[in-house]
């Protein structure tokens, strides 16, 4: 049997149950007729920590991690290596067909007597800490699986993003070895071979490993949402009888992913009706995204009860998450009653509202029988029927606090806002999420003469 073969008949052997940073666990593989279909997935993984140390490094003087390359080889004067560490615990479960650490070389050593002997990663076997690492206190490695690649580059140039199969190591974190990262360094530390400078994590491209996978197609939803609605305990309100209704869809294994909603009569109250009111497959989208879909004018009514829910399909794999739960809904118009609305102090003056003060406070009380609190805010503009006092807008304000529903709400209008003289207009706004309502104009005149 080839060696490919055999590399790849050991991967599928290797069914990840986690991978996490201290040692992930292995899985037996489940029986084929309880796998799920499995699509390829490549993850790339960044850096998380690099550093290169020299044998000048010591504990007065350790290694730099913000170094902007990694040198790894040997010279008369010194020999290097380069230490990189990845997170793998964003892996999904599956089973690693492959992994290749990707680093691009910026500059390969200068021709010499010695012979090119490139360079070799290792599996680290220590923990270590690249904000003090120097050449005494460097961790230990092991051979098992090392690797050693770039022997063939031509003498002292940019080679570009190059790479090494490491497709071993990984496996070994997979079957429960601690990741502790890779170590490059010259093969034979003896042999002065020249030194290469390696991008490190400042520079980018930066280094990556980049791990082939099959992973199971499990995809899922998020929360429902929909656009118009007041959550109120597991009960949402619609202020719509045509709203948008969207959700977050996901799959480890990736792929093209679409949405299923779902809106029904609730069973609850059969006089309204029963069963489907409304079925929709969302546009397919990616892994992560958000699909929506809009209900259509006409099949909803005010005062209806209703239910709805929502699945997952991965396109792509042929799979289909379970339906969400029903989340109960009802459709509602209304909007908060606004009662009560005052400015003091105020008079009737010649059938004009008069406040002799720049600081009046208005009041008003806003009620809603499901929606609590709301916001009052009130608003002055100016009189439309006197453009040179000004246009539009003036001002706005509303307590820190939102009001409990059925209580009165007070404002002062602050100093600066407000002139002797002016007609002007104001009027209360109410709102809890999408009801909202407001009273109508007011129309005063600031006169402190009165």
């Known amino acids: 049997m080839s060696a490919p073969s055999l590399l790849r008949r050991r991967a599928l052997s290797l069914l990840v149950a986690a991978l996490a940073v201290a040692g992930p666990?292995?899985?037996?593989?489940?029986?084929?007729?309880?796998?799920?279909?499995?699509l390829v997935v490549v993850k790339t993984l960044g850096v998380v920590d690099d550093v290169h140390v020299?044998?000048?490094?010591?504990?007065?003087?350790?290694?730099?991690?913000?170094?902007?390359?990694?040198?790894?080889?040997?010279?008369?004067?010194?020999?290097?290596?380069?230490?990189?560490?990845?997170?793998?615990?964003?892996?999904?479960?599956?089973v690693i067909l492959s992994a290749a650490l990707r680093i691009p070389v910026v500059k390969t050593p200068t021709c010499r007597p010695a012979a090119r002997e490139g360079i070799e990663v290792r599996r680290v076997a220590e923990p270590w800490?690249?904000?003090?690492?120097?050449w005494g206190?460097?961790?230990?490695?092991?051979?098992?699986?090392?690797?050693?690649?770039?022997?063939?580059?031509?003498?002292?140039?940019?080679?570009?993003?190059?790479?090494w199969p490491v497709t071993g190591i990984v496996?070994?974190?997979?079957?429960?070895?601690?990741?502790?990262?890779?170590?490059?360094?010259?093969?034979?530390?003896?042999?002065?071979?020249?030194?290469?400078?390696?991008?490190?994590?400042?520079?980018?491209?930066?280094?990556?490993?980049?791990v082939t996978m099959e992973v199971p197609s499990t995809p899922s939803t998020g929360q429902v949402y929909v656009t118009g609605s007041h959550q109120d305990g597991d009960h949402l309100w619609l202020a719509s009888t045509t709203p948008r209704i969207y959700t977050q869809v996901r799959d480890p294994a990736g792929g093209r992913l679409t949405?299923?909603?779902?809106?029904?009569?609730?069973?609850?109250?059969?006089?309204q009706g029963t069963g489907l009111i409304w079925s929709a497959t969302s546009n397919q989208t990616s892994n992560g995204g958000k699909p929506i879909a809009d209900v259509p004018e006409g099949l909803l009514q005010d005062g209806w009860r209703i239910r709805f829910r929502v699945r997952a399909h991965n396109v792509t794999a042929g799979t289909t998450s379970d339906w969400s739960p029903w989340q109960p809904a009802t459709l509602s118009s209304v909007v908060p009653e606004i009662t009560g609305a005052e400015m003091t102090p105020a008079q009737e003056s010649g059938g004009v509202t008069v406040t002799t003060t720049l600081t009046p406070t208005f009041r008003a009380?806003?009620?809603?029988?499901?929606?609590?609190?709301?916001?009052?805010?009130?608003?002055?503009?100016?009189?439309?029927?006197?453009?040179?006092?000004?246009?539009?807008?003036?001002?706005?304000?509303?307590?820190?606090?939102?009001s409990p529903s059925g209580t009165q709400t007070e404002l002062t209008?602050?100093?600066?806002?407000?002139?002797?003289?002016?007609?002007?207009?104001?009027?209360?706004?109410?709102?809890?999420?999408?009801?909202a309502a407001q009273s109508e104009w007011r129309y005063f005149t600031v006169d402190l003469n009165q």
């Open 129 to 134: 800490a690249a904000d003090y690492l120097h």
């Open 259 to 271: 949405a299923e909603f779902q809106i029904d009569h609730d069973p609850a109250v059969p006089e």
């Open 171 to 210: 496996h070994d974190w997979a079957a429960g070895a601690e990741n502790h990262g890779f170590v490059l360094q010259s093969p034979n530390e003896s042999t002065d071979d020249g030194v290469w400078y390696l991008g490190a994590s400042e520079n980018s491209p930066a280094p990556v490993l980049s």
């Open 365 to 402: 009380t806003a009620s809603h029988p499901f929606v609590d609190p709301l916001n009052v805010a009130f608003e002055i503009e100016h009189d439309p029927a006197v453009p040179d006092q000004g246009a539009g807008y003036h001002w706005s304000g509303s307590p820190l606090d939102d």
């Open 25 to 38: 666990a292995v899985a037996p593989a489940p029986a084929a007729a309880e796998t799920p279909p499995a």
């Open 413 to 435: 209008v602050p100093e600066g806002v407000l002139h002797d003289g002016w007609r002007l207009r104001w009027r209360v706004r109410a709102n809890g999420g999408p009801f």
């Open 137 to 163: 206190n460097t961790p230990a490695s092991v051979p098992e699986n090392a690797v050693t690649a770039l022997a063939d580059l031509p003498c002292g140039t940019a080679a570009g993003q190059t790479e």
């Open 54 to 94: 020299f044998t000048g490094n010591n504990h007065a003087s350790p290694a730099r991690p913000d170094a902007q390359y990694l040198l790894v080889g040997g010279s008369a004067a010194a020999d290097y290596r380069g230490y990189l560490r990845f997170d793998l615990s964003s892996l999904p479960q599956g």
